[in-house]
């Protein structure tokens, strides 16, 4: 059982930056795929961005191309989410999630069985 555990949300300006880390405690997850979703007040938790468990495929929602960024370091057992030109519709909680998978990652909630706690990131002007 992978244990995830994301940080690096907190209060931003709009047109700041911020990254996310999301890590495991328990074991490795470098043969997992890994994703970024959001929530925010009231709507569906979404799909941002996701990576293959060897760093071979990435994955971005619409919204996110050209601002955010997903890495991975399966040395430090972390993965990052690179957040660039953050708006306000970018406030929400922010989840990591993974599953074992050798191959494109995917980019739906129940494809997932792993999730961290999540962190806020909210936006301000």
């Known amino acids: 059982q992978v244990q995830l555990e994301e940080s690096g949300g907190g209060l931003v300006q709009v047109g700041g930056s911020t990254r996310l880390s999301c890590t495991t405690s328990s074991g490795t997850f470098s043969a997992y795929a890994v994703a970024w979703f959001l929530q925010a007040p009231g709507k569906e938790r979404e799909f941002v961005a996701a990576?293959?468990?060897?760093?071979?495929?990435?994955s971005e929602a619409i919204s996110a191309k050209g601002r955010f960024s997903i890495t991975r370091d399966n040395a430090k057992n972390t993965v990052y989410l690179q957040m660039n030109d953050l708006k306000p519709e970018d406030t929400a909680i922010y989840y990591c999630a993974a599953e074992p998978r050798i191959g494109a990652p995917r980019t739906t909630v129940d494809e997932y069985r792993h999730w961290g706690q999540g962190t806020q990131v909210t936006v301000s002007s």
């Open positions: 990576i293959s468990w060897n760093d071979g495929w990435k």
